[in-house]
DNA sequence: ATAGGGTTAG
């Protein structure tokens, strides 16, 4: 019998490896005998592979609902183990939603203590959040976990973006991580190096690429490259970029990819030298470097925003398509906002609901330039559409939009049940940073979005 | 996918 029960854990898990709808995995998941619904316990019992499987697929298609509702249903002698942990917290991370991040990092269903790694990937997805380096620094002292080069190499970065800390926190955080003794690693270094490039510090970046490897004996890598010619080609020095590419190219004992060459590539469509981009690709493939989705990507953005090129661009994307490179969602988020500037919506909307065919999901950048397109161009009853669809998805649409949005359902002045639900929605995943959706996500709504929405009204009016 | 870059909007 134990044989009979092993092999039918074993068919479904690869069943719902099989699938890929995630949505269809539950339905596998929660009744495996047969079609019918039905609310009879399964003949045989589920092998933790099956909830790795489900719990992921669920995290990937965003059904944190009921991902969670099968996190609470494990069996107490079923232990998950770490990294499915990992798993659950970055999704929150990725979808931003950082209180239900936190919450995962102390679910039950998970045994004690968390480790270092653990920690890590809730900081990461709290860095994923844009929350500020103070609250991120506040989680990790309050977990009482011993941090280690990768915990600073998060703080670091979330020293480095943009309104959370500056690169002096940076800095510091680098000198406080020498006094623990915890050795700086390669990743250290190329953070410390983005930080100052992205702080127009270039001369300080060039200083830690030449103290890294005079001192510390770590060579700069492709990484710390690309930070220094993106940095070189935003003031404009776009031939000292070349000459860093040639550089690197130098170091035999470096390992290349396409990365830096994406921003070689956008900055010379971007001075009007696209001719050279022919050579760029022509030397990478000398090389044997594989051309990455980035350079693609640059070319599709170089022929849409400087060339003005959407036959080219396209012909970009057939062409990475054919050289075996899947398009991602960024591909199509660049052709999808040319379309709508050029007034194209209907194009942008057929390329958009053709996405998921061509094996890529519209993450909320794609929706909210559909949206934003659709409402300049005064097709609100379209705009409804992409609306309810992207909020389904608990996308939000940009400021902007939902105010077009908002300001046409009011002109049109009779549908206050319309606008009332519209706000509702807005309140649960726009306004208050998405708390409502996590509330909801908890099975915990306090406030009634009715409440939100008079808020969020005022809201955008005044901006 | 415990950490760093490079390609899109704001």
Not at 176 to 203: D, K, N, S
Not at 367 to 393: N, P, T
Request: glycine share 6%; net charge neutral; with cysteine.
């Amino acid at each position: 019998m134990a044989g009979a029960k092993l092999s039918s854990s074993y068919h479904l898990a690869a069943a719902l490896r099989r699938e890929p709808d995630a949505a269809a995995a539950l339905r596998l998941f929660l009744n495996p005998t047969s079609a019918a619904p039905s609310s009879a316990p399964p003949p045989f019992r589920y092998s933790l592979r099956c909830y790795d499987i489900i719990v992921c697929k669920l995290a990937a298609a965003r059904l944190f609902p009921e991902m969670e509702s099968v996190l609470a249903g494990l069996p107490p002698s079923l232990r998950p183990r770490e990294p499915l942990l990992c798993r659950v917290i970055s999704a929150y991370g990725r979808a931003r939603l950082p209180f239900a991040a936190r919450r995962a990092f102390a679910h039950p269903a998970f045994p004690d203590p968390r480790t270092s790694r653990a920690l890590n990937t809730l900081l990461h997805a709290l860095l994923a959040c844009r929350a500020p380096l103070s609250e991120i620094l506040g989680e990790c002292r309050a977990s009482g976990i011993a941090p280690d080069a990768c915990t600073y190499n998060i703080l670091m970065r979330a020293a480095a973006v943009d309104d959370s800390g500056s690169v002096e926190d940076a800095r510091n955080l680098f000198d406080e991580m020498l006094q623990r003794g915890i050795a700086p690693t390669i990743v250290t270094f190329g953070t410390l190096v983005t930080a100052y490039c992205g702080a127009g510090r270039i001369e300080e970046a060039f200083k830690v690429k030449e103290v890294m490897s005079s001192q510390y004996k770590i060579r700069p890598n492709a990484y710390v490259y690309a930070s220094l010619m993106k940095a070189l080609c935003q003031k404009g020095k776009v031939d000292d970029a070349v000459r860093l590419k040639e550089e690197m190219v130098r170091d035999k004992e470096l390992v290349l990819d396409s990365g830096a060459y994406a921003t070689l590539a956008r900055a010379l469509f971007r001075v009007g030298r696209k001719e050279e981009v022919v050579g760029l690709l022509e030397e990478m493939k000398g090389k044997g470097i594989t051309v990455g989705r980035e350079v693609y990507n640059a070319m599709i953005a170089g022929f849409c925003e400087d060339e003005g090129d959407l036959d080219a661009a396209f012909a970009a994307l057939d062409d990475m398509q054919k050289d075996g490179c899947k398009p991602d969602a960024m591909s199509y988020n660049t052709l999808v906002a040319k379309l709508c500037k050029m007034g194209r919506w209907r194009d942008a909307s057929e390329l958009v609901e053709d996405m998921p065919r061509r094996g890529c999901r519209p993450d909320v950048v794609t929706y909210r330039m559909l949206f934003d397109g659709i409402c300049d161009a005064g097709e609100f009853s379209e705009a409804r559409k992409v609306f309810d669809e992207m909020v389904f998805k608990g996308f939000a649409p940009s400021k902007d939009g939902a105010r077009k949005f908002i300001g046409w359902i009011e002109r049109e002045g009779d549908d206050e049940v319309f606008l009332e639900s519209v706000l509702c929605q807005l309140a649960r995943i726009n306004a208050l940073d998405s708390s409502g959706w996590e509330k909801a996500v908890g099975g915990m709504l306090h406030e009634p979005p009715e409440q939100m929405a008079v808020k969020l009204l005022d809201d955008l009016k005044l901006t």
